[in-house]
């Protein structure tokens, strides 16, 4: 069963790899420990049974306890799975609006994409000189499609 420990937010990853190390160290059943980025205060700890979560749980710094109720696989992977929006589908030459920083309520033109480190380069469009600027998409919106005219 999966059992939450409820934690110190911002000490997850620390506890986590506590926790590791006290289960090898007592050979507890402890399975997997899985640290939910979208999730803060919490951990999912994999366990044999009840006694062995308890266990692993007591005198471990930045735990506050564990939830009474232990959860399916099911419901853990609807709470960790990270939806996407999927209406910001920005695409090579789409012009974009600034939503914050120096630039914010410009637009500029999107001439390159960086999915791995979800950045933007763009040029904007009231500049004498379009000097190519990289932004992350987040502080970005679509504004027009590059298809589209005004």
């Known amino acids: 069963m999966i059992y939450i420990f409820r934690v110190t937010t911002g000490q997850e990853k620390i506890v986590s790899q506590m926790l590791e190390k006290k289960s090898k160290?007592?050979?507890?059943?402890?399975?997997?420990?899985?640290?939910?980025?979208?999730?803060?205060?919490?951990?999912?700890?994999?366990?044999a049974t009840e006694n062995d979560a308890v266990h692993l749980a007591q005198k471990t710094r930045h735990v506050k306890g564990i939830l009474k109720q232990a959860i399916e696989l099911a419901e853990v992977e609807k709470m960790v799975t990270a939806e996407k929006p999927a209406a910001l589908t920005i695409e090579l030459s789409d012009i974009v609006?600034?939503?914050?920083?120096a630039f914010k309520g410009d637009k500029a033109k999107v001439i390159k994409i960086d999915e791995n480190k979800d950045e933007l380069t763009v040029e904007f469009m009231d500049m004498a000189v379009?000097?190519?600027?990289?932004?992350?998409?987040?502080?970005?919106?679509l504004f027009r499609k590059a298809g589209d005219e005004e």
């Not at 379009?130 to 919106?141: A, E, G, L, N, S």
């Open 130 to 141: 379009p000097i190519p600027t990289t932004i992350k998409r987040k502080i970005t919106k």
């Open 25 to 47: 160290a007592q050979k507890l059943a402890i399975y997997s420990i899985l640290v939910p980025e979208n999730v803060k205060g919490y951990l999912f700890v994999e366990a």
């Open 97 to 101: 609006e600034i939503k914050s920083g």
